[in-house]
């Protein structure tokens, strides 16, 4: 792929962004530190936040209680639309929690515990705990497909089924699930890792990896480049990367930002304008604004 870096943007509107979903002409951001989303307009400067529940603060979470939002995506639950977003399910049983905000009416907000889910993802595939680190979420067709860092996996649920779970708020009656390791190139010893994604088309999604100095799914390290790449779902038991191009300045100069999702504004044949964001980890948040070609 060919990527071309149109406009950076810096704000301080959401610390340490990790998420991002587009609904229309509104980008909805997510901060793995925060108990708020913020909303904001394609190409404009508003930053407006929402806070996911009433009584919480606007200030960084502490490292050890916070919910650790590192995936979201849009979709459509009992005919209206909300933005689900997800915790990593790092550390029990703060990340492991999954809210749902009506995006039309944002004082209806769906809190829920996947823990029961999470635990099956971690038995099915053989992780520890802090092994399960869940860093991209995208709708393709019929399916929610959760992507998960280091152990590179993601995880295929019936759209349908999961909804119908969020609905109900019987955390025990988990929706089934499918999974698929993926692989990714290891860059001197250390395994470049999803950290988020968004949907192509039904059957191919965009997502972003990073390549970070750490052997541990819990402590950072240090950031030696992201990459942008396009996977393919073959069929339930079967997906390819299909390109791994990594993010570089339009000089050519690998830029060590940590991006940590992408979406997709608008599509047309092999040319794709997107967005994607980074984390600095110093409270500001930074928005790359793409062209890629795909061809």
Not at 42 to 53: A, E, T, V, W
């Amino acid at each position: 792929m060919k990527i071309e870096i149109e406009k950076i943007v810096i704000t301080n509107a959401i610390s340490s962004a990790s998420g991002l979903a587009i609904e229309g002409n509104s980008i909805w951001m997510i901060g793995d530190d925060a108990a708020y989303v913020v909303k904001s307009t394609i190409g404009q400067s508003d930053f407006n936040r929402i806070k996911l529940y009433e009584n919480d603060s606007e200030e960084r979470l502490a490292k050890v209680t916070k919910h650790d939002f590192e995936a979201c995506a849009v979709g459509e639950m009992a005919g209206e639309q909300y933005l689900f977003v997800f915790g990593s399910g790092g550390l029990s049983p703060y990340r492991e929690s999954m809210f749902a905000l009506n995006i039309e009416n944002t004082r209806q907000c769906y809190k829920l515990s996947l823990q029961h889910l999470y635990n099956a993802i971690r038995s099915s595939v053989g992780l520890k705990e802090k092994e399960l680190n869940i860093e991209g979420a995208a709708l393709a067709g019929d399916k929610l497909v959760l992507f998960n860092r280091g152990k590179n996996f993601i995880v295929l649920l019936s759209w349908k089924k999961f909804s119908a779970f969020v609905l109900h708020e019987d955390a025990t009656d988990i929706p089934p699930f499918k999974i698929i390791r993926i692989e990714l190139p290891v860059v001197n010893g250390f395994q470049i890792g999803f950290s988020g994604a968004c949907v192509v088309s039904e059957n191919e999604m965009l997502f972003t990896a990073s390549l970070e100095e750490t052997i541990d799914p819990i402590n950072d390290g240090a950031i030696k480049g992201s990459y942008i790449g396009l996977l393919q779902l073959v069929n339930d038991t079967d997906a390819k990367v299909e390109a791994l191009t990594p993010l570089k300045s339009n000089s050519g100069d690998i830029l060590t930002d940590k991006l940590e999702a992408i979406e997709t504004i608008k599509i047309s044949g092999n040319y794709i304008s997107a967005i994607a964001v980074a984390d600095n980890d110093d409270g500001a948040s930074k928005l790359f604004y793409l062209s890629i070609c795909t061809d």
